[in-house]
């Protein structure tokens, strides 16, 4: 049965067919017809409204049964166009015909082997009109074995190119406000294989007024094909490839102008494009074929790596950048095989107290490559996991892991930080695993740590060969608690430091990174104690006033004084007060009176260890309403009890 070119009259009309659509999904099609169903259900089972999704997709002559599958959907759900046009060698052509039919406010475009967050068009669509964005970018998520571009984290109304991860993302699954792309008449080269929608993506982001980022919802599922036919996995005629990339770059150079900005862009480029075909396709040529590549990357290297995006890269790009720049076909080959054929050797901390990559010919008299292609010692980071606190009499207790990759790491040490000051805690470490018990009565070098909020890090610290003699590699990081972690040890506490007596304890999270810290509060302002504090005011049959308090009360010494006490406008009564010590650190106060001072009293406890007093207002069962004791005067009968109101 013949397929028509436009399915768009075979489908059903829907009850809201004349309505504009707010979304228009495009889905270019070329012998995908195994991920179809995959791809169109994630689309038809979106959250947002089928009647405000507009689905468009374009058949590019399709041999595997993939246009009778669309035929299909299409017959079964209304908002599905089909288009049929014959192979273009790529996925510009349909993206662009796709994109000439269209009538949503937005875009979105959808290879036809990925697929949808069932939330995506509506989060992504809400974003763009709340924000007036140009484009949307959804969180990507890497699915059978294929990676996601780039880690989207934090979602943002508004980011720039040059300080955010966006043009690490150059592909076109994003949503476009499609009157912006018809604006700057924004179109897919066509004809491509691979890099068709570079320009596309590189235009868009270079004019938008305003990019956004949805990185709390998990948007595009990028899926690699079982049999590795993806576009991006498939055989290049390179050179023609870097020839291309040329020319874009020539549009990039035209639109920036030199300096920070356009080279933190090009680094993007050295990584994603300009360097990408030097490993395994680049081993594939016989000599003939590397010397035409690397041909044909040199002036890209020449014209576009400057120091400062030499610098940006990574040992084993910036190597491959100075060898095609100096003509070393017979180096450049050597190091790419240490990567693609098996693993440069470790790298090493060296004398001069740098660290250096495992690569070939480091130092060799022989090739004189610079030090500095080696040089990886700005990149060697602190990779920790905090894995555990708690407060055990008055001490914190960390565990964790800690390493400097690729070195390991030979000592850890805890680093409390405030106000230019720093001291510092040794933890035990053995086997990328540690643990520091943090007191605050020692904590200052064996002296009593200061009130203030001290941040906490981790500082880790790598030999080289010649131990702790020879030079070391130091390097801190802000200790941050695992996602999902309890909130009990944030609760505050009485802690005690020795000759400067107790203190308020509390651990709390900066915003928004979520570093760990320490607030010491002698005056218990700031964090205060007794945050679930309740009490009750009852009669006995014997006329007595009897008032019961309950709380949770981190760290209170054995020995400390609880008493309930009345305060008026003037005055302060302290009751007779008996104390129950539960398990968990859980107390119990009552008091029972017969008669008192006339008149209307607020109910109070007062917390006494040593040179520590803190009196913490109890609060009835609402836990909003002050608990209060109203004792009234001589003449009235006796009725020491009002119950509050509220």
């Known amino acids: ?134 484009i949307v970018y959804g969180r990507i998520v890497g699915a059978d074995g294929r990676a996601a571009p780039v880690d989207l984290r934090t979602t943002s109304d508004k980011v720039s ?5 966006v043009y690490w993302s150059l592909a076109a699954y994003k949503l476009f406000r499609r009157s912006f792309l018809e604006t700057h008449r924004l179109r897919f080269v066509e004809g491509r294989l691979l890099a068709e929608d570079l320009p596309f993506g590189i235009a868009a982001l270079l004019r938008a007024d305003v ?60 990584h994603g494009e300009i360097l990408m075909p030097f490993g395994a396709a680049y081993l594939a040529r016989d000599l003939a074929g ?46 790419v095989r240490a990567d693609t054929e098996g693993q440069p050797d470790p790298p090493h901390l060296a004398d001069d107290g740098r660290v250096y990559a495992g690569y070939p010919y480091f130092r060799d008299p022989e090739r004189a490559l610079p030090d500095a292609c080696y040089d990886l010692t700005d990149r060697v980071v602190v990779h920790q996991r905090l894995i555990r606190r708690c407060w055990a009499g008055g001490v914190l207790h960390l565990r964790g892991t800690a390493a400097l990759p690729p070195l390991g790491a030979d000592t850890v040490e805890i680093v409390l930080q405030r106000s230019g000051a720093a001291h510092r805690v040794p933890a035990r470490y053995a086997d990328g695993a540690w643990q520091a018990a943090v007191d605050p009565a020692t904590a200052a070098d064996g002296e009593p740590l200061t009130d203030g909020t001290w941040g906490l890090k981790i500082a880790v610290t790598a030999h080289g060969e010649a131990g702790p003699a020879g030079p070391a590699l130091r390097r801190e990081a802000w200790l941050v608690p695992e996602e999902g972690a309890g909130d009990e040890e944030f609760a505050p506490r009485i802690v005690g430091r020795g000759p400067a007596g107790p203190s308020v304890a509390a651990l709390f999270l900066s915003v928004p990174h979520g570093h760990l810290h320490l607030d010491l509060d002698r005056d218990g302002a700031r964090r205060p104690l007794g945050d679930d ?50 398990a968990g650190d859980h107390y119990t106060v009552r008091s029972l009176l017969r008669s008192g001072p006339p008149g209307t009293w607020q109910v109070v406890l007062r917390v006494t260890a040593g040179p520590f007093r803190r009196e913490l ?29 509220g």
């Open 211 to 270: 990019v956004s980022v949805l990185a709390d919802h998990d948007c595009y599922y990028l899926h690699g094909r079982e049999d590795n036919s993806n576009a991006s996995r498939q055989d290049i005629d390179w050179c023609e490839y870097l020839d291309y990339i040329g020319t874009v770059l020539e549009d990039v150079e035209a639109q920036v102008p030199p300096g920070a900005q356009r080279d933190k862009l090009m680094v993007r480029h050295f």
């Open 617 to 645: 207002p109890v609060r009835a069962a609402d836990g909003r309403t002050p608990l209060t004791l109203t004792v009234p005067g001589a003449r009235r009968s006796m009725n020491p009890l009002r119950r509050p109101r």
């Open 1 to 134: 049965m013949p397929v028509p070119d436009d399915l768009t009259a075979a489908a059903p009309a829907g009850p809201d067919a004349t309505a504009k659509p707010t979304v228009s999904v495009i889905v270019p099609v070329h012998n995908t017809r195994d991920y179809l169903d995959r791809c169109l259900d994630s689309v038809f089972g979106q959250t947002l409204d089928q009647h405000r999704i507009e689905v468009i997709a374009v058949d590019d002559g399709s041999t595997d049964g993939s246009a009778e599958r669309l035929a299909d959907h299409a017959r079964r759900h209304p908002n599905l166009t089909v288009l049929r046009q014959e192979a273009s060698g790529g996925a510009g052509k349909p993206r662009n015909t796709g994109l000439d039919r269209a009538t949503g406010d937005y875009v979105f475009f959808l290879d036809s082997d990925d697929r949808l967050g069932p939330e995506a068009l509506d989060r992504l669509t809400r974003m763009a009109d709340r924000c007036a964005s140009d």
């Open 533 to 582: 504090l309740r009490g009750t005011a009852d009669r006995t049959r014997s006329g007595r006033a009897a008032l019961a308090a309950r709380l949770t009360l981190p760290g209170c010494p054995v020995d400390a004084e609880l008493g309930l006490v009345l305060h008026d406008a003037t005055r302060s009564v302290a009751l007779r007060t008996t104390v129950e010590r539960g």
């Open 290 to 335: 590397r010397q035409r590549m690397a041909a044909a990357a040199r002036p890209l290297v020449e014209r576009y790596c400057t120091d400062r995006v030499r610098a940006a890269l990574p040992p084993g790009l910036r190597l491959r950048a100075h060898c095609l720049r100096a003509g070393l076909d017979d180096a450049l080959t050597t190091v």
């Open 161 to 165: 190119v040059f300080d955010s991860p």
